[in-house]
């Protein structure tokens, strides 16, 4: 052995010796990987390489797990490594267990993956930056250690620059928060992969959101997960940096940027997102803030008007940004009339809402009463069995339509299009599609259906049948007699006892049917070109624009060739009553079936036909359609249909029945003839039956013809149904039974319209049916005016950022906010509830009185020292009460002096007629329930929270605590001040009127009418008096705006609004930042001044003491007064009101 082996040797045992005084793991890697690396490593390097592992074990007292790491890993990162490159691997490790053994530990056991992607000259860096993130703190230690961690995963995506950006990312974030930073880096881990070529560009945008607001990291990186990972890397990097444009600035949300983006992108064609995403970037240049907001609105934009239109759209916008932030923000939120009076001039669509009124003016000179229009997505969620929010629809009393029609380049089309939709749904209610009764004759046809033999009879028959045969007795027949043959139809087993019940006529008529999807297809297609027909005969007027929607109906049918036989047919009998005449495409086979079709349509299309000949026409063209199987053709089977001649008609004009009774019926008895398990295709012989199995598909019902939209015999005979039995209307036959939720259930369970929404073994489809029962239930109760009564609770609140309402229920106001920022109003912002108080005690009334007989007093006296100024003398007249002593003397004189005297010698009172009309408006916050010496607080500490849920905590303990009140409240002494004012108005005979307002949120401003106008004092007044109590919040302007309305239709020479209050106006998302002051006392001002406008005079008190402050500038050229003392009110507001009105 030679001395420098001898030496080597030594080294190593003195090493191993040394290593032994830490656990047995330590020795045990340093062996085994020191026998791979002998050979491959230098002696020299070797040794230096064995005390470098010993240096790190002595570190601390838990370094060895460092020193264990490190001999673990030697050999695989070795493989990677030049030998300097190695030993200063070891080193670096050796620093970091300075810091803390565990991110030794971490940066040893990550090496060996991440030498495979880093470059030898970044090792320093790279443990820097994952030392940076360690503070001394077990938490920083973890986030280190983790980085470390994930280092190898990282780098198969990022570069190592991006990488050192990333983690600079993390150590400013876990500044803030080390568990968002942790979170960030798993987030990290998961979204880079998916975004590789744009990894760079977010974490710039994530280093920007971490500076700025912290707090958004975690709503950027789920944002960015779920939004940016769908989009093409095209439009990403536009995106995220548009994001980070706008994170810059420090007004806008990035995470909201990137959601709103993505799905704008991916909602507008793709042609136009380049340019979108260049015109939203146009508009950050001016105006941060206003740029989400136009990438949110540009879809909703888009389907008004084309992509340039939106351009010229945009650049007005730009121009309001310009000069006026908060102009553009609601420029382009679409709250200002100056955006929507703008897009309006370049749109052709026509919104509903716009011309919801117009439409119900149209209904009304149709029909001769009101109908109510609605759009149709409204129908669709309340979840009772309509199903497209696109298609026009009616339930029985409302018209449902589409939200924007675009349809046409014109506004006059577009809106000729909403006129014959209306139509046609007009038609529905108007000619009695939903008047259907099972028991009335038919004009046009022999009447089948009193003779046919309804599922569910047959279905227990059958059952009793089988019973009869299983007990060895015979069953009592009967046979379907036949008043044109002496041949009888097959007999059917009937029980006496069963027989089925149905909540409608229309249930009964479609329990006729086995297959009743295709008889709810056949009738929809015969009772629309019935409906059709009437509208032709009846309004002329429309026909032009009619022919046209039927016209392009028409040519958006599919392709006859394209459908299985019996759906082809169906789909003729569509393109018949749409008017197609010539180049009938139909299966060369059923020719006939398509004659006699197209008979049966031309029969019902005419004003003599009723729902019943439809219904007539219904069985006969199923009874066709039921023997034809549903199989798939070749284009050789189908032949063009010679059109129809005129000699189809008789000579009288009248049509002839050319279908056997004793057929029909006897195809309907066959239905269940094999159980019905060829669910109504009739017996075929074997070689059918084979080819049927080969071709013959499901039915499947025809497209819907866009103007018709979704119709609903059953269901809309059946709402029909139940608002007769709200409303107290009685059928000819008595009184109607209720209707149980289990009769409910059968029916929509068996009802043809389900079956069309519903794949029959689908599960959850009964949980389907049990919601949409329930939500039918809760229909009813809206439906039911018992039920519409003061409640004091508030209703759902919609986001404050929302766009214009509205007001689809009856009672219901839509009225302008005025935006004092932007200078302009937002249209149809905020809706009014108005609904009449409810009764309470007349007690209160009488007692107010009793304990104050004195001041009553002194108020009735005051009112009568009106009523003479209401009287003045009218001299020099020739007839009067008494002769005018003044006159006389000078016609003496005159006489004297031989001149003709004066004739006028008389004078009388002539009544001046007090022509006053006042509306008084009172303030029903919930501030109103503190006690009156606990008024001195300042009105501006609100307190309610803006959360909905903790707000109901807030209102309840408010309220709770007048279940315990032994004080006099705000509310009561206004209501002691209005029942004493009221008491001697009625000396006076002034026109006045009692409303009170509360209300959560622009869409809830509840409008409480206690006294109107129009309507006498009677004993319901004080009763309802007595109910006023504190509710909820003060939005002010819109009830200052209703009750203007109101003043402006009564006839007066004076009219006068006076609002009584407890202090600013306030109300949840009273501006676009929340509770702002001044944003509500501008708006309240605007409503003030819109009233002085109509002629009417507001007058205000307010009972708060920092009214001042306020009231200054909301009433600044108006008159109004603070009450020092809630007490003085009920003096002082009679005093107030004669002051005001003579």
Not at 64 to 72: I, K, L, S
Not at 681 to 691: C, D, H, I
Not at 924 to 950: F, M, N, Q, Y
Not at 1036 to 1047: C, F, Q, S, V, W
Request: proline letters at 4%; charged letters at 30%.
């Amino acid at each position: 052995m030679t001395n420098s082996e001898h030496e080597k040797q030594l080294a190593t045992e003195l090493v191993r010796k040394d290593l032994e005084n830490f656990p047995s793991v330590v020795v045990e890697r340093y062996e085994s990987a020191l026998e791979k690396l002998t050979g491959r490593l230098a002696d020299e390097t070797c040794q230096h390489w064995a005390l470098e592992g010993l240096e790190i074990a002595r570190k601390t007292v838990r370094s060895w797990e460092a020193a264990a790491e490190f001999f673990d890993a030697s050999v695989a990162v070795q493989r990677q490594l030049p030998s300097g490159q190695f030993l200063k691997w070891g080193k670096t490790g050796n620093s970091l267990c300075e810091d803390s053994p565990s991110l030794a530990v971490a940066y040893f056991k990550s090496s060996p993956k991440a030498m495979l992607r880093l470059r030898p000259r970044y090792i320093d860096d790279w443990s820097n930056v994952c030392r940076d993130l360690y503070r001394g703190t077990w938490k920083s230690s973890a986030l280190a250690c983790r980085l470390f961690e994930a280092t190898p995963e990282l780098l198969e995506t990022l570069s190592f620059e991006e990488f050192c950006r990333f983690g600079g990312f993390l150590e400013i974030l876990s500044r803030r928060s080390y568990d968002q930073a942790g979170d960030a880096l798993v987030a990290g881990i998961e979204l880079f992969p998916k975004i590789a070529d744009d990894a760079d560009r977010f974490i710039d945008l994530a280093h920007i959101v971490a500076e700025k607001s912290w707090r958004e990291t975690a709503g950027l990186f789920d944002s960015a997960t779920a939004s940016l990972v769908e989009l093409g890397s095209t439009h990403r990097a536009p995106l995220i940096s548009l994001a980070r444009r706008l994170a810059v600035t420090g007004v806008s949300d990035a995470a909201g940027v990137l959601k709103d983006g993505s799905n704008t992108v991916n909602r507008v064609p793709v042609d136009t997102r380049d340019r979108l995403l260049e015109m939203t970037d146009g508009i950050a240049a001016v105006s941060a803030a206003a740029a989400p907001e136009f990438l949110r609105i540009a879809p909703e934009v888009l389907e008004r008007v084309t992509f340039d239109q939106m351009v010229n759209w945009q650049s007005e916008g730009i121009k309001a940004a310009s000069e006026n932030e908060e102009a553009a923000i609601a420029y382009f939120k679409l709250e200002s009339s100056n955006s929507q009076e703008i897009l309006d001039s370049l749109s052709s669509s026509i919104e509903l809402s716009r011309v919801r009124e117009i439409i119900q003016m149209y209904c009304l000179a149709l029909t001769g009463h009101s109908i109510d229009v609605q759009a149709s997505q409204q129908l669709a969620d309340k979840n009772i069995g309509w199903f497209q929010g696109e298609l026009p629809t009616t339930e029985g009393t409302t018209i449902y339509m589409p939200a924007v029609i675009n349809r046409y380049a014109s506004k006059d089309e577009n809106f000729g299009f909403f006129k014959v939709i209306s139509t046609h749904q007009i038609g529905h209610i108007e000619f009695g599609s939903f008047a259907f009764d099972f028991n009335v004759p038919s004009n046009l046809f022999e009447d089948l259906r009193p003779h046919l033999p309804g599922a569910a009879e047959l279905q227990a028959a059958k059952k009793d049948e089988e019973l009869m045969k299983s007990a060895g007795t015979s069953s009592q027949v009967e046979t379907l007699p036949s008043e044109t043959s002496d041949e009888a139809v097959d007999p059917v087993v009937v029980d006496d006892g069963i027989k089925p019940e149905f909540l409608t006529d229309m249930s009964r008529f479609f329990d006729l049917f086995q297959e009743r999807r295709l008889a709810l297809d056949v009738f929809t297609v015969l009772e629309s070109s019935r409906i059709d027909g009437y509208v032709a005969e009846l309004y002329p007027g429309i026909t032009t624009m009619y022919d046209l929607v039927k016209g392009a109906a028409l040519a958006s049918r599919p392709d006859v060739k394209d459908l299985p036989a019996r759906e082809a047919l169906v789909e003729f009998m569509v393109r018949v009553s749409l008017g197609q005449t010539d180049e009938m495409i139909v299966p060369t086979e059923h020719k006939d079936a398509a004659r006699r079709l197209r008979r049966l349509i031309r029969q019902v299309t005419t004003v003599e036909a009723r729902v019943e000949d439809a219904a007539e026409a219904a069985v006969r063209a199923y009874s066709l359609l039921i023997d034809i199987s549903n199989e798939e053709l070749e284009d050789d089977d189908y032949e063009q249909l010679e059109p129809e001649e005129e000699q189809d008609s008789d000579e009288s004009g009248e049509e002839e029945d050319d279908f056997d009774r004793e057929e029909v019926i006897q195809k309907f008895m066959s239905q269940l003839s094999s159980d019905g398990e060829n669910n109504g295709e009739p017996e075929q012989n074997s070689e059918n039956e084979e080819a049927g199995q080969d071709g013959d598909d499901d039915y499947s019902s025809p497209q819907e013809v866009d103007y018709r939209g979704e119709f609903k015999p059953e269901l809309s005979q059946l709402l029909s149904q139940m608002q007769m039995m709200e409303s107290g209307e009685l059928s000819e036959s008595g009184e109607m039974e209720p209707i149980t939720q289990e009769q409910l259930e059968e029916m929509m369970k068996n009802a043809p319209e389900m079956e069309m929404e519903q794949t029959e073994g689908e599960e959850g489809s009964d949980q389907q049916v049990s919601e949409m029962i329930e939500n039918l239930m809760k229909e009813l109760q809206k439906r039911d005016p018992e039920n519409q009564q003061f409640q004091p609770g508030p209703s759902q609140h919609v986001d404050e950022d929302g766009g214009p309402l509205t007001a689809t229920e009856p009672d219901t106001y839509t009225y302008p906010e005025w935006d004092f920022r932007a200078n302009e109003y937002k249209p149809d912002w905020c809706m009014i509830h108005e609904k009449v108080m409810t009764d309470g005690e007349p007690n209160f009334f009488r007692e107010t009185l009793a304990e104050n007989t004195s001041l009553t007093v002194q108020i009735k006296r005051q009112f009568e020292l009106v009523i003479p100024e209401m009287y003045r003398k009218q001299k020099r007249l020739e007839d009067g009460e008494e002769h005018d002593l003044d006159a006389l003397l000078e016609a003496v004189i005159d006489l004297r002096v031989g001149v003709s005297p004066d004739e006028k010698l008389f004078w009388r009172r002539n009544k001046n007629e007090r022509s006053v009309a006042v509306a008084f408006l009172l303030d029903l916050s919930a501030s109103t329930a503190e006690a009156i010496d606990e008024a001195k607080k300042p009105s501006d500490d609100w307190g309610a929270p803006d959360d909905p849920v903790e707000y109901m905590v807030w209102l309840r303990s408010r309220r709770s605590e007048g279940l315990r009140r032994t004080y006099k409240r705000i509310v009561d002494v206004e209501k002691e001040g209005i029942t004493l004012l009221v008491n001697s108005l009625e000396t006076l005979g002034d026109t006045y009127g009692i409303f009170g307002f509360s209300g959560y949120g622009r869409e809830n401003v509840e409008f409480y009418t206690i006294k109107d106008l129009d309507e006498k004092f009677t004993d319901i007044v004080p009763r309802r008096i007595d109910r006023i109590a504190p509710l909820h919040a003060t939005r002010m302007g819109p009830a200052i705006r209703h009750t203007a309305a109101k003043l402006s239709e009564v006839e007066a020479r004076s009219r006068f609004l006076f609002l009584i209050s407890d202090g600013r106006p306030q109300d949840r998302g009273y501006s676009r930042e929340g509770v702002e002051k001044e944003y509500a006392v501008h708006d309240t001002r605007q409503s003030l001044i819109e009233a002085r406008q109509q002629g009417i005079t507001p007058f205000c008190l307010t009972v708060d003491k920092a009214g001042h402050d306020y009231m200054k500038t909301m009433m600044e050229d108006f008159s109004y007064e603070v009450l020092p003392d809630i007490s003085l009110l009920p003096k002082r507001l009679p005093q107030l009101y004669r002051n005001l009105t003579t």
